[in-house]
């Protein structure tokens, strides 16, 4: 006979114990059996319980004995160790994360007894798990997209720049946040940014295009090879052109985008019902969803609207540094091919203006 047997004795006695299920429909629930609540609260009765052992029939009271006293009504374990957990609510107005950092800076000045360590858990812990499992995916969905361009483009530099407004577009997320004094959603934010770098790399990739087929153009144009170097005036004059032509495509994608996702954000309801049977949408604005999905909306728009302005302004930017660099380190290793014939051409079309 073990401390274990006499103590799982009690635990099914109070508790219960799983001894079938019960299945009504698709709904599947447990079937515990255990003492009666007045026997369960009847010492003499938990303690007059028989254990089976070798066969034979032996009562708790026999092998054991109990006393009165003050203790703990039960002891918790986490990994085999003993553990107390100590929770909290926020009062209204006051925010959890400033306060469990004020908690942090606290218990790092407390020096804890030797044996003894804490750490946060409950909703910091789930944020700490969300952020890193969406951190994780972030990174996978930057590796992805990322391969899939540098096939597309066979360059790895494109791709890094239309990475690079991805990036920055969370500068405004976090600017729209701080400005408009929003909370800071792990999961939800999370979602929207990963969500938003889909967006803003599809119009990086329209504006990035359409400057390689212009530059091809005038190559074709002045007779030079496949990726040979342009003028600067030429290199200026296709980006100009490239940011003419796709300018309404990219505000047109932001603009329909934030408008299809602000109702989402404000909260803005209606019902369908009513509208068809009675004429009446019964417009509301805020709600239950609004809690939920409003912080991915925000999101959403505000790196959106701030990313439109990457694309437009520091993509041409970083593609023509990128194009100058890459020029001044072939003249200086001495592989910036000679073509006699593109001079040729030059000038003619000088000439020709």
């Not at 520091?314 to 023509?320: K, Q, S």
Request: net charge neutral; no cysteine; charged share 20%.
């Amino acid at each position: 006979l073990s401390t274990s047997q006499i103590a799982m004795t009690f635990r099914n006695a109070l508790f219960g114990s799983e001894v079938s299920k019960f299945k009504d429909g698709e709904d599947e629930y447990d079937i515990f059996v255990r003492l009666d609540e007045k026997y369960r609260n009847d010492v003499s009765t938990l303690m007059n319980q028989n254990i089976i052992v070798n066969g034979n029939k032996v009562p708790i009271s026999a092998v054991a004995d109990f006393e009165y006293s003050t203790t703990y009504d039960k002891i918790s374990r986490i990994d085999n160790k003993r553990a107390i957990t100590i929770s909290s609510n926020i009062n209204e107005g006051y925010n959890a994360n400033q306060v469990n950092e004020r908690v942090k800076q606290v218990l790092l000045d407390y020096q804890m007894p030797n044996g003894y360590t804490y750490e946060f858990s409950g909703e910091q812990q789930e944020q700490a798990e969300s952020s890193e499992f969406l951190m994780f995916a972030l990174l996978i969905a930057i590796a992805l997209i990322m391969l899939i361009m540098v096939t597309q483009f066979n360059s790895f530099i494109r791709p890094a720049i239309i990475i690079a407004t991805v990036l920055f577009s969370t500068i405004g997320v976090f600017l729209g946040l701080g400005i408009f004094k929003m909370e800071f959603v792990v999961i939800m934010t999370g979602i929207g940014i990963i969500s938003l770098a889909g967006i803003v790399v599809n119009n990086g990739i329209v504006l990035i295009d359409y400057i390689d087929l212009m530059r091809q153009r005038r190559r074709d144009e002045l007779g030079l090879p496949e990726g040979a170097f342009l003028s600067l005036e030429d290199e200026i004059e296709a980006l100009v052109i490239a940011g003419k032509t796709r300018l309404r495509p990219v505000l047109l994608t932001a603009i329909t985008t934030v408008l299809g996702l602000f109702p989402l954000a404000i909260g803005l309801n209606f019902d369908f019902f009513s509208l068809y049977t009675n004429f009446d949408p019964q417009i509301s604005m805020g709600g239950e969803s609004v809690a939920f999905w409003g912080p991915m909306s925000w999101t959403v728009i505000f790196g959106l609207t701030f990313a439109t302005f990457l694309t437009l302004l520091l993509e041409p930017v970083m593609y023509m540094l990128t194009i100058r660099i890459n020029y001044r380190i072939r003249k200086w290793t001495g592989t910036l091919p000679r073509l006699k014939k593109w001079k040729k051409i030059r000038k003619m079309d000088k000439k020709k203006k």
